[in-house]
């Protein structure tokens, strides 16, 4: 089964840039949609992104919407996570998954692999 590796979380002030990776082995990421989600301590995990396998369908949480852009480059076998304008309560770890199918999802019980996060973290 495939196995994701998430890559790119450090602590960086309010306004600032982060760029996510998650790349895959033991499967390629084009034989599935993919997605971002984030946990918060105290939170229930939430839908952050989601691309379709093809990549020609995208979709984000409000919270993420003019902010965050999810992309996936299958000759790397990664998607990625931009993450711009980041604010405090960006601050999370963030998890990539793979959802067997073609649609993306935005439910975290619609995918199949999950990998094992990395840690955001927003200063004011």
């Known amino acids: 089964q495939v196995q994701l590796g998430e890559s790119g979380g450090r602590q960086v002030q309010a306004g600032g840039s982060l760029r996510l990776s998650c790349a895959a082995s033991?499967?390629?990421?084009?034989?599935?949609?993919m997605g971002w989600f984030r946990q918060a301590p105290g939170n229930e995990r939430e839908f952050v992104a989601g691309?379709?396998?093809?990549?020609?369908?995208?979709d984000y949480a409000d919270s993420a919407k003019g902010r965050f852009t999810i992309s996936r480059d299958n000759t790397k076998n990664t998607v990625y996570l931009q993450m711009n304008s980041l604010k405090p309560e960006d601050t999370a770890v963030y998890y990539c998954?793979?959802?067997?199918?073609?649609?993306?999802?935005?439910?975290?019980?619609?995918?199949?692999?999950w990998g094992q996060g990395t840690q955001v973290t927003v200063s004011s």
């Open positions: 033991n499967g390629t990421v084009s034989s599935y949609a």
């Open positions: 998954a793979a959802a067997s199918g073609r649609y993306l999802r935005r439910l975290d019980t619609q995918y199949n692999y």
């Open positions: 691309v379709s396998r093809s990549g020609g369908t995208t």
